[in-house]
Each structure stands twice: as C-alpha cells, then as structure tokens.
Nanobody, 124 residues
Framework: QVQLVESGGGSVQAGGSLTLSCAPS????????MGWFRQVPGKEREGVAT???????SYAESVKGRFTISKDNAKNTMYLQMNSLRPEDSAMYYC??????????????????WGQGTQVTVSA
C-alpha cells in the first residue's frame, strides 16, 4: 500500500525558514513524479513544486528563488526547503506522487497519491 507521510511543518516568523519532508512507502519513489501542494481554507489548491524521475524541477512563480524541492534517493525522502517565508505562504502543505515521467511531471498533472498534510504558519 502506497503511503506518503509529511513532516516538518510548524510556525515561524516572516523571513524564517522551514524544511518539509515526505517519506513515501509502498513504491519505489525514485522512478516517480513527486510534488508539493498547498491549500488555504476557502481557496483552490496550489501546486508549489514538482520533481520528476530525472531530477528536473518546476516551481510556482510565487516561490521561485525562495523554495527548493529535492529528493534523497538513499534516504527515500523528498524535501521542500522554504526560505524567506512570507505570511502568504501559510497553508496546509501536501506531498503528492504519481507515475508521470519526464515532462509529464508538472504542477498541473493529476496526482493519485497524497499525504495527510502538514501545517505551515508564517507570522508577520
């Protein structure tokens, strides 16, 4: 059974940093597309960043230059390093995965597997 477990959320002041982790189990994640999404109550879910099986990444314009998505194959873990956090980054962050490869892995793709979410709160 595929599972995705996020960790690393919390509260931080504006300008601070947080690192989110996503630990998949039940499949060999290194061959799959993975991503981070976020959602605020009452708003649509937003694709934050994705990383494909080749290590290619994509980012939402709002986080470019501040967030970095990466994965450690040895630890079987994906990360989202978030720097220079802003109050508007506050949201529930979700890890997602699917079987898309190459250019089919992007923030607009459909993802079948989701984590339970981890809350990020940035205060002004």
């Amino acid at each position: 059974q595929v599972q995705l477990v996020e960790s690393g959320g919390g509260s931080v002041q504006a300008g601070g940093s947080l690192t989110l982790s996503c630990a998949p189990s039940g499949f060999r994640y290194s061959v799959y597309c993975m991503g981070w999404f976020r959602q605020v109550p009452g708003k649509e879910r937003e694709g934050v960043a994705t990383i494909n099986n080749a290590g290619d990444t994509s980012y939402a314009e709002s986080v470019k230059g501040r967030f970095t998505i990466s994965k450690d194959n040895a630890k079987n873990t994906m990360y989202l390093q978030m720097n220079s956090l802003r109050p508007e980054d506050s949201a529930m962050y979700y890890c997602a995965a699917d079987y898309h490869s190459g250019g089919y892995c992007h923030r607009g793709a459909a993802f079948s597997y989701w984590g339970q979410g981890t809350q990020v709160t940035v205060s002004a």
